[in-house]
């Protein structure tokens, strides 16, 4: 996947302005998110092997905030053959420009739908996956609730969804600690201060995280019949549930 190196916070601006999701984004996406999130190649490749056990014939697989594709590619590999149907979605028409010519770089036989929509507007059906990979936590809170219980009647009984998100932790001792560690991850990626602080501000009105209580409370409040984090790499998660 084509990769310019994400600088977009590298000098500094007087006014910050709201994180968005523009063509800035889109062009540095693939490695801005890679120097910021830890373990997401690994989390990426594991979608693939929960999609293998998971995806039935004629069935549907949602990647709800598709952003370039990164995950739909992961599953699409897997599911040659299965007549399963994949569903992209996301809002951002920069970021869905460059899915398509991410996909397009692949020969396969599974048909993906690229969708331009609010995930808060798009009906369900027939889903045996579902996929929210860091895209909950950029909804407004008061608007998860609902959009979980309608991606719960649109999937199949056994169905699974894998959301995986930044943590926010009541404790402030375990809080301060692995925003601690994450900033090192992201020094370590070769984030300047500057970039770091600038970013965060960015971020600040935009993506407000959960905690895993509030996560799991959520799921099982809604219907799922099985809750577990799978993964964890100091605040970031991720986690599935099964129908
Ligand atoms: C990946 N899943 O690489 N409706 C549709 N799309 C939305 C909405 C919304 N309401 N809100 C945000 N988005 C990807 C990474 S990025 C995560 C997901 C991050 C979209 C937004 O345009 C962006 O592309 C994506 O959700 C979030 O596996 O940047 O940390």
Same mark, same amino acid.
């Given at each position: 996947?084509?990769?310019? %190196?994400?600088?977009?916070?590298?000098?500094?601006?007087?006014?910050?302005?709201?994180?968005?999701?523009?063509?800035?984004?889109?062009?540095?996406?693939?490695?801005?998110?890679?120097?910021?999130?830890?373990?997401?190649?690994?989390?990426?490749?594991?979608?693939?092997?929960?999609?293998?056990?998971?995806?039935?014939?004629?069935?549907?697989?949602?990647?709800?905030?598709?952003?370039?594709?990164?995950?739909?590619?992961?599953?699409?590999?897997?599911? +040659?053959?299965?007549?399963?149907?994949?569903?992209?979605?996301?809002?951002?028409?920069?970021?869905?420009?460059?899915?398509? +010519?991410?996909?397009?770089?692949?020969?396969?036989?599974?048909?993906?739908?690229?969708?331009?929509?609010?995930?808060?507007?798009?009906?369900?059906?027939?889903?045996?996956?579902?996929?929210?990979?860091?895209?909950?936590?950029?909804?407004?809170?008061?608007?998860?609730?609902?959009?979980?219980?309608?991606?719960? %009647?649109?999937?199949?009984?056994?169905?699974?969804?894998?959301?995986? +998100?930044?943590?926010?932790?009541?404790?402030?001792?375990?809080?301060?600690?692995?925003?601690?560690?994450?900033?090192?991850?992201?020094?370590?990626?070769?984030?300047?201060?500057?970039?770091?602080?600038?970013?965060?501000?960015?971020?600040?009105?935009?993506?407000?995280?959960?905690?895993?209580?509030?996560?799991?409370?959520?799921?099982?409040?809604?219907?799922?019949?099985?809750?577990?984090?799978?993964? %964890?790499?100091?605040?970031?998660?991720?986690?599935?549930?099964?129908?």
């Amino acid at each position: 996947m084509h990769s310019s %190196q994400d600088t977009i916070y590298a000098q500094a601006t007087d006014v910050i302005a709201d994180f968005a999701f523009d063509s800035r984004v889109a062009g540095v996406f693939n490695d801005m998110i890679r120097r910021s999130v830890p373990g997401y190649s690994q989390i990426i490749n594991t979608l693939a092997d929960f999609a293998d056990r998971f995806v039935t014939p004629n069935s549907q697989v949602y990647d709800l905030g598709c952003s370039l594709g990164s995950a739909t590619l992961s599953v699409r590999r897997k599911i +040659e053959g299965r007549q399963a149907k994949i569903i992209a979605v996301d809002n951002s028409q920069s970021m869905l420009d460059r899915c398509q +010519e991410n996909l397009n770089a692949y020969r396969s036989d599974i048909e993906v739908e690229l969708l331009c929509a609010d995930i808060r507007h798009v009906n369900f059906s027939d889903a045996s996956m579902v996929i929210l990979n860091f895209t909950l936590q950029f909804l407004p809170p008061e608007d998860r609730d609902a959009l979980i219980a309608s991606i719960y %009647q649109g999937m199949q009984p056994g169905a699974i969804l894998v959301i995986s +998100e930044k943590l926010r932790f009541e404790d402030e001792v375990t809080q301060q600690l692995l925003d601690e560690l994450h900033l090192d991850f992201k020094r370590a990626n070769g984030y300047s201060e500057l970039e770091i602080s600038q970013k965060r501000s960015a971020l600040e009105n935009v993506m407000k995280p959960d905690t895993i209580e509030t996560h799991k409370q959520r799921l099982l409040t809604t219907g799922f019949s099985h809750f577990s984090p799978w993964f %964890q790499c100091f605040n970031f998660t991720s986690m599935v549930a099964i129908k």
